[in-house]
């Protein structure tokens, strides 16, 4: 069984310039978290999804982040305009309900900003 | 929510057992505490989880002291591929629920 998909695997972007990662979560899986790792730190939660509804984003900075979870499977994290306080992993990750039930990771998407 | 207070680091000598402790103290009733790992430049792994009684699977062992403040992981035999960040996560929400909520962890290195 395929685990959690994301993409692209590394991105070096200019200040400014916006950047887009894509996740596709588990088969099944209907919650779905975007989690934000700076370097030697413990992920972050960012944002989570019950389906194709936000039940979680407090942590999400709006000015220039935006998640989208269309049909309730796969879903984009956006950052427009990127800063160089962005440059981090981006963790996709996701679980089939959200009683009493495992939360698998991605690879994650490394995120550099110059 | 209940936080976990871990050493930063440890070694071990592979073939022997890694035993990481965590401490949470300000753990309620129906919070479960949960391990995961992470290997360089790789997600998150889960490995184990439990709630009151000790556990075991086919990566490791759990084991939570009566008064649940604290709990140790156990590696049984490490091997250099266990060389990973471990953390130790107090599961917010209700029960077994919610988000999880990562802390430092512990920098396990298992040496030769």
């Known amino acids: 069984e395929a685990g959690v998909v994301q993409s692209p695997r590394y991105k070096i972007i200019e200040k400014k310039q916006p950047v887009a990662f894509w996740c596709n979560p588990i088969s099944g899986h209907n919650t779905l978290y975007w989690y934000r790792q700076n370097l030697g730190q413990g992920p972050e939660l960012l944002i989570r999804?019950?389906?194709?509804?936000?039940?979680?984003d407090s942590q999400l900075p709006k000015d220039r982040f935006s998640a989208e979870r269309l049909k309730g499977v796969d879903s984009t994290l956006k950052i427009q305009p990127a800063e160089l306080g962005d440059s981090a992993v981006y963790l996709c990750a996701s679980s089939f309900g959200i009683t009493g039930n495992t939360i698998y990771f991605g690879e994650g998407s490394w995120l550099t900003v110059v | 929510d209940a936080k976990t207070t871990q050493p930063p680091s440890m070694d071990c000598a592979e073939g022997r057992a890694a035993n990481l402790p965590c401490n949470h103290s300000t753990i309620s009733g129906n919070e479960y505490v949960y391990w995961y790992r992470q290997i360089h430049s790789q997600g998150p792994q889960y490995i184990i989880h439990g709630l009151k009684n000790n556990e075991t699977n086919e990566m490791a062992s759990l084991i939570i002291t009566e008064d649940r403040k604290s709990s140790t992981l156990i590696l049984p035999h490490a091997t250099l591929r266990d060389t990973a960040v471990y953390y130790c996560i107090v599961r917010a929400g209700s029960g077994n629920t919610g988000k999880l909520i990562f802390g430092q962890g512990t920098t396990l290195q298992v040496k030769p």
């Open positions: 999804y019950e389906n194709e509804e936000a039940v979680d």
